[in-house]
């Protein structure tokens, strides 16, 4: 096991990239720390399989270099790097037995024979396939022979990390849950490295310490679901995390006012004059609808999720969203909206920036 | 209607038949004539198919996966196969011919003593090559689709469990060709049991019977000798062997594919 040190490491499928379009995974810089849960999230095509692939030396870098621990293995193989990965679609070899297969990895590295026994038959208790040990792999469903590429990807106890490519795309639903939560506890258990991509917000949020946000090539950001959730570092971490995302509102700000249309609303810190495209971000989570002072909002349409309500609203021409506890009752003269001044991000030129924290002379905001 | 008919009667030319029933059908299967030229024929497959498939396989194994390079090799590997049967038998003539052909000549230089018109050995060699050279790009085509048709990720999972180059081949490639090489193996088979045009032009069957094959024979009988009734009751039988034994193939090979999956 190792900590895996990505320096400056970009990559393009162009053998000769020319600007910074050519480069499917543009400069990341990162250290994943030895035993830790990371998710790779971002849409599909934003460069998460890439970055995977130069961790897994299926790829090797246009530029920079990775260290595992101190040592540098740019150039080494998938072998000499001791990764295990399981891929999107399920791998299994077909003519043999689903024991064999889970054997396979072990057997090429010449483990000994009760080893690979043992091995086996714990991978497969845990991934519930100890009855099917002997049954030839090509019968099988698409979710149980996913379950054996997952299987072989942690048969290997001495790997240097795990990596998974959005490996329960294939899966039904409700095993998703059931294999995601088996995982964790394998990571649990054993601490091997994880990295984990997904494009899935949920499964990235429940499976992982540290979520990684990539958006066109770039690592937007790096943090804890919470992290993410409340103080999102670029407009895509705002917009991707959360269902709904995040609202936004394009403002004019100066110290802790921002102006909008004429109206105003406290934040809870101090910009000063910022330069550049401003955008007000703010959850949905943390509007709230108001009979009193606040702005006006046109209500357009009212979705009860069962433990939240979430309202489509219009504010300054623009939609946003509002969620609503489901015992909040909604009256018709609730036409103004509160935003809570702690929970606001500023964006500059689609970038959160920091301003100075106020201190308050005076309780509450509004 | 016409064959089978022929094949129950006898006739002496002015259209004049008399029923036989099944006389010539016990004096062919009586005849030893027919037996050799089946030997030969099975004979035959079986040689060609031993070195067409895997030459295939190695062929495809072996072509540029992707780019321009992959392109050349498909038109180059097509070209035998665009070219007409007799040309082909023509082109081996020539090319085996002692005094002018490219191969014979060079063959004779060297000190080896090559004639395929006149000794057995050199004239099935070439039958062989020809064979081999005409269609052995037929089954490195079908694997090679075979192979295009295997995603990415399971050589990179194999290169992540660390598998030799022959456990990709065997527990991969293999897998995903038995399709095509189910197909290939049965194409090349009645194909070649079949096989008329190319050693009739090349040797016509000779030196003396060396080479010649069921059709060959049965052309020989029917428009050499005349003898319409042996001749159709033997192309009637010709053509159940190829039906039974193409059936038993394909059924073979579908059991077996069925009780794997359920397996």
Redesign the interface.
């Known amino acids: 096991m190792a900590s895996i040190t990505l320096e400056h490491i970009a990559h393009s499928y162009d053998p000769n990239p020319g600007g910074e379009a050519d480069f499917a995974l543009k400069e990341v810089n990162y250290t994943w720390e030895d035993g830790r849960a990371y998710a790779l999230l971002g849409p599909s095509g934003c460069g998460k399989t890439t970055l995977l692939n130069l961790i897994s030396g299926l790829l090797t870098p246009t530029r920079g270099r990775v260290l595992f621990d101190d040592k540098e293995v740019t150039a080494s193989s998938t072998a000499e790097r001791n990764i295990a990965q399981v891929f999107q679609f399920p791998v299994v070899y077909d003519t043999m037995t689903v024991g064999e297969n889970l054997a396979f990895p072990l057997r090429n590295r010449r483990m000994e024979r009760q080893y690979v026994r043992e091995r086996v038959q714990r991978i497969a208790e845990m991934i519930g396939l100890e009855s099917d040990l002997d049954k030839k792999a090509r019968g099988l469903t698409t979710d149980l022979k996913q379950k054996i590429s997952l299987g072989r990807g942690m048969v290997r106890d001495d790997v240097n990390a795990i990596l998974f490519d959005e490996p329960l795309t294939v899966i039904d639903p409700h095993l998703k849950w059931e294999l995601r939560t088996q995982l964790k506890s394998l990571h649990q258990e054993f601490g091997h490295t994880m990295i984990y991509v997904t494009h899935d917000q949920t499964e990235a949020l429940t499976f992982a310490e540290k979520v990684v946000v990539m958006h066109d090539g770039r690592v937007v950001q790096i943090g804890t679901p919470k992290e993410l959730f409340e103080t999102p570092a670029h407009v895509f971490v705002g917009y991707f995390i959360g269902s709904p995302g995040m609202n936004f509102l394009p403002v004019a700000v100066e110290g802790n006012k921002a102006h909008i249309d004429g109206a105003t609303i406290s934040l809870g810190q101090d910009y000063g004059k910022p330069n550049g495209g401003l955008r007000l971000g703010i959850r949905p989570e943390f509007v709230r609808l108001t009979k009193g002072d606040g702005l006006p909002v046109r209500i357009n349409r009212i979705q009860d999720v069962g433990r939240h309500k979430f309202v489509n609203a219009t504010l300054f021409d623009i939609e946003i969203d509002i969620a609503a506890d489901e015992g909040f009752a909604i009256e018709s003269d609730m036409t103004k909206v509160t935003f809570d001044p702690e929970k606001i991000s500023i964006f500059c030129d689609d970038w959160r920036i920091d301003g100075k924290t106020i201190v308050q002379t005076h309780g509450g905001a509004f | 209607m016409t064959v089978v008919n022929y094949s129950f009667q006898d006739s002496f030319g002015g259209n004049e038949f008399f029923w036989v029933g099944l006389e010539w059908y016990r004096e062919l299967l009586n005849s030893e004539r027919l037996w050799d030229a089946f030997g030969r024929q099975l004979l035959f497959s079986f040689i060609i198919l031993l070195i067409e498939i895997p030459l295939g396989i190695l062929v495809a194994l072996s072509m540029p996966k992707k780019g321009f390079s992959a392109s050349i090799c498909l038109v180059l590997m097509s070209l035998p196969l665009l070219i007409p049967y007799n040309v082909v038998g023509t082109i081996w003539q020539v090319f085996g011919r002692a005094d002018i052909g490219l191969l014979g000549r060079t063959l004779s230089d060297l000190g080896i003593s090559y004639n395929y018109s006149q000794n057995a050995f050199d004239a099935w060699a070439t039958v062989i090559a020809m064979d081999v050279w005409h269609w052995t790009s037929l089954v490195a085509l079908l694997c090679y689709a075979g192979l295009r048709s295997i995603?990415n990720?399971?050589y990179?999972?194999a290169?992540?469990?660390?598998?030799?180059r022959w456990?990709v081949f065997r527990?991969?490639e293999?897998?995903?060709m038995r399709g095509v090489l189910m197909i290939a193996i049965l194409l090349r088979f009645m194909d070649s049991f079949m096989i008329y045009t190319e050693p009739f032009v090349l040797t016509g069957g000779g030196p003396g019977n060396a080479t010649t094959f069921l059709s060959i024979d049965l052309v020989k009988m029917a428009l050499g000798q005349f003898d319409l009734g042996p001749a159709a009751a033997f192309s009637l039988m010709y053509f159940l062997v190829i039906l039974l034994i193409s059936y038993v193939f394909y059924t073979v090979m579908i059991s077996a594919d069925k009780s794997?999956?359920?397996?």
């Open positions: 995603p990720a399971y990179q999972a290169e992540i469990d660390q598998a030799s456990s527990y991969i293999l897998p995903k794997e999956a359920k397996r």
